[in-house]
């Protein structure tokens, strides 16, 4: 049980990471509007 518990943490995170980068980038174009 302890493999399987280091392969889901880093790929917890993971995903995490990546659905937050997109927010911002269309974040950043309003901004420039102004």
């Known amino acids: 049980l302890e493999p399987a518990l280091l392969e889901m943490t880093p ?3 993971s995903s ?13 174009p309003p901004s420039r509007h102004e």
Do not use: D, H
């Not at 995490?16 to 950043?28: R, T």
């Open 11 to 13: 790929v917890t995170p």
């Open 16 to 28: 995490g990471l990546a659905p937050n980068p997109p927010p911002p980038a269309p974040f950043v």
